[in-house]
């Protein structure tokens, strides 16, 4: 009996590492898994609604949640699970393209700034004071200054995360810039452009994928933020966050007009926020050894 249990805990042990990193890492698994289900519920919206979230029906106006209304209706008589299904559309759409938009041109500022002293010197004061005023009030400035749509929501709140990315990259420029492979390759006359695609840019595809999953999170949260206050998408498309905005005069008598978008955007939020901090562990070699 004692040889057997010796005998099988290096063959469990074996068989654990064995198994795919992303299947170790919990984070990964639950964060990935509701990702998923979010992404799903976006793209098979106009199979999961059961009506059209702009549809007006005053004589059904503030239905309770039921068979028929499962999140029940708002004070137009439109039904929330409809709007809050199709605006996991809009939500997720703006995240991820202010996440690819963000990393894109921040990875152009950063390895150009990390490898030129001269670009360095004027791109990262002007990153400098971009990154001096909060995300929130950058975006909200220059709402302001346009007006409401899809894209320009998603303009505003990638200009305000491109400084993040644009300092990290060039952070892993700088790093990199003196080590002994990178100057070989300088005195062989290799080309900067070639440098920088051969040796510079394999080395931040780590830290930016775990990068993007963050600012993705934080332009959900921006935009549901833009849109409460009235500065975001404009009304005739839901997101979370102008559903939760046309419900809070409400909320006392009728609270479940603020609770089922706010749960779908806290899980969302929460599922990316934890993909991120599963893949910043398995990315990293130092943590990677614990898995």
């Known amino acids: 009996m004692a040889l057997t249990a010796v005998g099988a805990a290096p063959q469990a042990a074996l068989e ?3 198994r795919p990193w992303w299947v170790r890492n919990l984070s990964i698994v639950i964060g990935g898994g509701l990702l998923l289900a979010a992404l799903a519920m976006a793209v098979f ?3 999961l609604g059961t009506v059209d979230p702009t549809a007006l029906s005053p004589i059904r106006r503030f239905r309770p949640p039921s068979e028929q209304f499962w999140f029940g209706t708002d004070q137009l008589g439109r039904d929330v699970y409809s709007r809050v299904v199709y605006g996991a559309r809009a939500s997720l759409f703006v995240g991820f393209m202010v996440a690819l938009l963000a990393v894109g041109v921040g990875l152009v500022f950063g390895l150009v700034a990390g490898f030129n002293r001269w670009v360095d010197a004027v791109l990262m004061r002007v ?3 971009l990154m001096a005023i909060p995300a929130v009030l950058l975006a909200i400035a220059l709402m302001a200054l346009t007006k409401a749509s899809l894209e320009n929501v998603i303009l505003a709140i990638a200009i ?3 400084p993040r990315v644009t300092r990290l990259v060039r952070g892993v ?3 990199l810039r003196e080590q002994p492979f990178v100057e070989a390759a300088i005195a062989s006359g290799t080309s900067t452009v070639k440098i920088l695609y051969r040796h510079i840019l394999p080395n931040t595809i780590a830290p930016l994928v775990v990068q ?3 600012i993705c999170a934080s332009a959900i949260i921006t935009e549901a933020i833009l849109s409460f206050i009235g500065a975001g998408l404009p009304p005739s498309i839901p997101t979370w966050g102008n559903i939760i905005a046309e419900g809070r005069a409400f909320f006392q008598i009728r609270p479940y007009l603020i609770l089922f ?3 779908f955007l806290s899980l969302t939020v929460l599922a990316i926020n934890m993909l991120g901090d599963g893949l910043r562990d398995a990315l990293d070699p130092r943590l990677a050894r614990r898995l």
């Open 16 to 18: 654990g590492k064995r």
């Open 45 to 47: 919206a106009p199979y």
């Open 127 to 129: 990153m400098d004071g």
């Open 160 to 162: 305000a995360e491109i």
């Open 173 to 175: 420029v700088l790093s």
């Open 212 to 214: 993007a999953t963050y």
């Open 261 to 263: 978008p706010a749960v």
